[in-house]
């Protein structure tokens, strides 16, 4: 029987026997879950091969703690790694069923804010391509990150219901389930520290398998979710007290609720406390478990296992570690702080302050009293190890538990996210604790997996990649330098050119079905992320307002017709994000109806940006926005999917900017702004947006429409406040780069209009893209972090 009728046999198996739905009966949801449970079970034998051998070569694992794993979808993914696309469209249209869709019904798996979260699920794919035995732990929260619309162009935000249809990716092990006590208190005997919590909660495992490329390889992905130990506390029901005797049900209701939406500001609230110490504590009981099942010594542990620390968010495993063994297995504390340094790796993230984890001491000890006592048995250790450290740099200061200085001491390697980040980490995070420390602090630069985000994302791309340069590529992505002679050939840059308008056809119809027309021979420039000062969406739509007004005044001027499209989110608390996306509204509103510019210009803003949208996005863009005020994006990792796709960048120095430029060269990337040494010089002149809004007319001009009420005649003093504070609190330094800005996007334009000159310089992008898959991050954190070996 072929491959086809095979795989036909067994989805339409499934429909009968896994789903109880006949035929003429099955929705797209039948289709879907069939196909799912028919592509899931061929990789049960990878999966279970992998384990075993992992078990019988007794290997080293990595456990890989995130708060966050932002998954997206799982079916083509599994489809592609396991090399059926071919059989499964067959398949499908087989059985009258047309796949896209079929794959297209999957609601994403929204387990994260934004890059930190999409990370760690490349990393996880990145692990099982190349055979790295790891485990990533991680909540099952109920509610994924918020659905987002617009109500009059503002953010309104909706629960998202990720698991309101069956999950077909994961198994529930009722099996791995652990205590996870809270609060009580400690008391001593013996010299024993016992810790008598006043609460607990059970944490449960659901397992989702990660399957690697060409199905060699699968890992585990444990999302742990909650439930209460005791339904309710009977003693206090009998006594009449009903609300308190629920109390365990509902906060283990809560746990796992609901995932904290606020990726910018740090609230210090005691329930995302919880949350962390929930994941960590259940994935060390986890990892402690599954070592003593065939090893007896704990000071071996480091030698079994890797723990790497995605943020400060699990930065308790210090402490948690310790407790599990000197409290539970009877370790001496300074053996198990020993073991514990061994074990973990600390990777970070961000710099902003005010994203940095501190937990007031009150809180912390309330909620973890034997952790709190623990920390500062760390401290004291730590200042008496390292006679020459200064007092000031300890982990709790000012009555607060800094989650920074904690990672970074329980950890035997600290690492940024690109060469940039890395060496501010060292000198403006921890200069101190570098200096105590030297060589602890590493540069891991950021990478984004191959297969999803551009083999899957774009099949138009790929195909023509295989076509010159062979079968291969997705696993060794430095290849695509191979594509360098072919760039050069004329009909190579027809057939490159063809797929970009393939996928703009593509976006341009789903655009439209949103209500906008735009016409695909237009320059796409994109700027999708989270919405964040920082990052600089304003800067973007002051230069649309500021192209919209230059095109009318001389309408039958040279013009490059373009559509700038903007995705993303903002904190729901975070009220001047939120004005920025009413903003961007407003202005996509007016110019998007104006007969004069027509299809010169547009501005498109799709609601709900996921990680499915970018993968339509990508693959369609022309340019890539990363216009981040320098020093502030620690990588970035959508400005790597967008050059892998063929879209150059115009960017500030920042984060990876920098090594997108090196490895793509200065002439095939659209350089503009202040550097991230030159952006704190610049702050010390308190005058420094107002000298540069004086010193731009077409700045001045586009302020005083906003001010005027030009993009909000229903309210025309709706950005006085915005105005106000580009003129007067400019942080960000958007009107200090504004003029550097405009003149890159002219230089975009004219290359733009030059054809091909510009797709030479988007198939080097591509070819010199290499670089940045996550495969290359994961093998460095092998070596200089995990010394784990692959095991294929
Ligand atoms: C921070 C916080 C603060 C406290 C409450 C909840 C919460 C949730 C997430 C975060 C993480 C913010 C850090 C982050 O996402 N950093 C991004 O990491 C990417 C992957 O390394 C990197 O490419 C981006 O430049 C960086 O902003």
Sequence with gaps: MNAVSNLRDEILRHLTFTLGKDRPNATVYDWRMALSYAVRDRIMVPWFDATRRTWAEDRKRVYYLSMEFLIGRLLEDAIINLGIHHEAEEAMAALGQDFRAVVEDEPDAALGNGGLGRLAACFMESMATLGCPAYGYGIRYENGLFRQRFQTGQQVEAPEDWLAQTHPWEFPRPEAKYVIPFGGHVETKGGQSIWVPGASVHAMAHDTLVIGWQGKWANTLRFWSAEPTNLFDLERFNRGDYTAAAEPEVLARTLSRVLYPDDTTYQGKELRLKQEFFLTSAALQDILRRFLQNHADLRALPNHVAIQMNDTHPAIAGPELIRLLVDEHHMDFRDAVNVAQKCLGYTNHTLLPEALERWATFTFGNVLPRHMQIVEQIDHWHLDENHSRPHYVGIVKHHEVRMGELAFIMSHKVNGVSALHSDLVKQNLFPELDKLHPGRIINQTNGVTPRRWLKMCNP?????????????????????????????????????????????????????????????????????????????????????????????????????????????????????????????????????????????????????????????????????????????????????????????????????????????GAENFFLFGLTAEEVPKRRENPEHSANAIEASKPLQDVLQMIAEGRFSPEQKDRYHGLVHRIWHHDYFLVASDFDSYIKAQECADAAFADRDRWLRMAALNTARSGFFSSDRTIRGYMQDIWSVEPAI
């Design 460 to 664: 138009a791309l790929s195909g023509l990649i295989t076509e010159t340069i062979g079968e291969g590529w997705e696993s060794h992505l430095d290849r695509l330098r191979e594509l360098e002679p072919a760039i050069d050939t004329k009909p190579f840059l027809a057939d490159f050119g063809a797929a970009k308008r393939q996928n703009k056809v593509a976006l341009s119809n789903w655009i439209g079905g949103q209500g906008v027309s735009v016409s695909p021979d237009a320059l796409f420039d994109v700027q999708i992320k989270r919405i964040h000062e920082y990052k600089r969406q304003l800067l973007n739509i002051l230069e649309t307002i500021a192209r919209w007004s230059a095109i009318r005044d001389k309408p039958n001027g040279d013009w490059v017709p373009r559509v700038k499209i903007f995705g993303g989110k903002s904190a729901p608390g975070y009220a001047v994000a939120k004005e920025i996306i009413h903003l961007i509204n407003d202005v996509a509103r007016t110019i998007n109806a104006d007969p004069v510019t027509g299809d010169l210009l547009k501005v498109v803003f799709p609601p709900n940006y996921n990680v499915s949208m970018a993968q339509r996005l990508v693959p369609a863009a022309d340019l890539s926005e990363q216009i981040s005020t320098a020093g502030k994006e620690a990588s970035g990792t959508g400005n790597m999917k967008f050059m892998m796709n063929g879209a150059p960048t115009i960017g500030t120095l920042d984060g990876a900017n920098v090594e997108i430029l090196k490895e793509v």
